[in-house]
T-cell receptor
Framework: SQTIHQWPATLVQPVGSPLSLECTVE??????LYWYRQAAGRGLQLLFY??????ISSEVPQNLSASRPQDRQFILSSKKLLLSDSGFYLC???????????FGPGTRLTVL | QKEVEQDPGPLSVPEGAIVSLNCTYS??????FMWYRQYSRKGPELLMY????GNKEDGRFTAQVDKSSKYISLFIRDSQPSDSATYLC??????????????FGKGTLLTVNP
């Protein structure tokens, strides 16, 4: 069966510090991968998606970036965090034959 | 007009009640409809997946799609306190597309009181 991991689970960072969140998927190959941010009252905001290694599509302009160095690894980064980057970050995957996305446990980021 | 509208609630019901959760949408290209359940501080989990119009039942849960009205519903029978969560609707237009992006509602917060 497929499993999706995210770490860390919780993170508190000062404004201006760098960020690296990691997501890995097990039990599948060549998944589509997604990064979302969920802020209170704003629903799920799609940040990036990837259909293959090195292929990243950005949905919104921001100070975040994403990379996919391996087939089942997706990384969300920032060089300098802003207060507005606080939120719940979710990674999701889907196979190549269905629309249903499966979410990881999430990372709660607080920028102070 | 937003692509997907979902009443955020909160919705509070007594244990054993029938719960009705709804979403409306504006894009007639949507064909695939999902409901996710999200417990506090957890990732969303897939509850139901339906294609086009009609009903789908899974235990106490029934998903209903009315494409002519651009309206989808999730019914929960014999609701339990463990059903207390945020329920998100999601939909997409083209299966087999290269990116499988979903459009989500903002979620409805449900509390089932014992």
């Amino acid at each position: 069966s497929q499993t999706i991991h995210q770490w860390p689970a919780t993170l508190v960072q000062p404004v201006g510090s760098p960020l690296s969140l990691e997501c890995t998927v097990e039990g599948t190959s060549n998944p589509n991968l997604y990064w979302y941010r969920q802020a209170a009252g704003r629903g799920l905001q799609l940040l990036f998606y990837s259909v293959g290694i090195g292929q990243i599509s950005s949905e919104v302009p921001q100070n975040l970036s994403a990379s996919r160095p391996q087939d089942r690894q997706f990384i969300l980064s920032s060089k300098k965090l802003l207060l507005s980057d606080s939120g719940f970050y979710l990674c999701a995957w889907t196979s190549g034959s269905t629309d249903t996305q499966y979410f990881g446990p999430g990372t709660r980021l607080t920028v102070l | 007009q937003k692509e997907v509208e979902q009443d955020p609630g909160p919705l509070s019901v007594p244990e054993g009640a029938i719960v009705s959760l709804n979403c409306t949408y504006s894009n007639s290209a949507f064909q695939y409809f999902m409901w996710y359940r999200q417990y506090s501080r957890k990732g969303p989990e897939l509850l139901m997946y339906t294609y086009s119009s009609g009903n789908k039942e899974d235990g106490r849960f029934t998903a209903q799609v009315d494409k002519s009205s651009k309206y989808i519903s999730l019914f929960i029978r014999d609701s339990q306190p463990s059903d207390s969560a945020t329920y998100l609707c999601a939909m997409s237009g083209v299966s087999g597309g290269s990116n499988y992006k979903l459009t989500f509602g903002k979620g409805t917060l449900l509390t089932v009181n014992p």
